[in-house]
Structure formats: structure tokens, C-alpha cells
Nanobody, 125 residues
């Protein structure tokens, strides 16, 4: 089992920045790939970014490239999502997720085994 808890969400104006954090407990995340997803009202959950277990390989959805950065600190059992140049369309609940098996389909929610409860990000225009 692993517990994932997101934090750092909130209300921000367009063009602003937020840093989301994901704290893991009950299991070290150092051996697992991690991802950030988001889900807006009435829409399906979609991938935002993925990072491998060592932190030296990342993937991003096209709509966040150049604006968001995923990182991790395995010593602290933490994963982060630095979000800049936020847009109103970035408004969503953001979730972190853990992939136990390093599956190749990093953009697919079904590739992840554990999820946090989510943190709300609201970007005003």
C-alpha cells in the first residue's frame, strides 16, 4: 500500500504560477515511476506529466510543454509539479499517481496503481 497526498493547489490569476507537491507514505517511491494527471468538470482524466524512478526521464502532455516541470526528491519521498504561465483552461483537480511496474503507456490512467485524492487548481482570467 502507498498513500499519496497532494497539496499546493489554489486560486491563481492567469499567467501566475503554482507548485504542487505529492507526499508519499507507507512505501518508498524511489523504485517507481510517478505521474501527474488532471480532471476538469465534465471531462476525462488526462495526463499532465510523468517522471521515471530516477528522475532523469520525463514526459509531458503537449498542452503543458514549456510551462510545467515535473520533478522528484526520492530522499524526501516527494514529487512536484511546477506550473507557470497558467491559463484558465488549466483549471482542474490535479492528481498524482504511482506506477508499480514502469509500464510503457505513461499517458494512460490505467497504467497507475495508486492515486492521491487530488488538489484543486483554479485559474482566473
Amino acid at each position: 500500500q502507498v498513500q499519496l497526498v497532494e497539496s499546493g493547489g489554489g486560486l491563481v490569476q492567469a499567467g501566475g504560477s503554482l507548485r504542487l507537491s505529492c507526499a508519499a507514505s507507507d512505501r518508498s517511491i524511489g523504485n517507481y515511476a510517478m505521474g501527474w494527471f488532471r480532471q476538469a468538470p465534465g471531462k476525462e482524466r488526462e495526463v499532465v506529466a510523468n517522471i521515471n524512478r530516477r528522475g532523469d526521464s520525463t514526459h509531458y502532455a503537449d498542452f503543458v510543454k514549456g510551462r510545467f516541470t515535473i520533478s522528484r526528491d526520492n530522499a524526501k519521498n516527494m514529487v512536484y509539479l511546477q506550473m507557470s504561465s497558467l491559463k484558465p483552461e488549466d483549471t482542474a483537480v490535479y492528481y498524482c499517481a504511482l506506477d508499480l511496474f514502469g509500464r510503457p503507456y505513461w499517458a494512460t490512467p490505467g497504467s497507475y496503481d495508486y492515486w492521491g485524492q487530488g488538489t484543486q487548481v483554479t485559474v482566473s482570467s
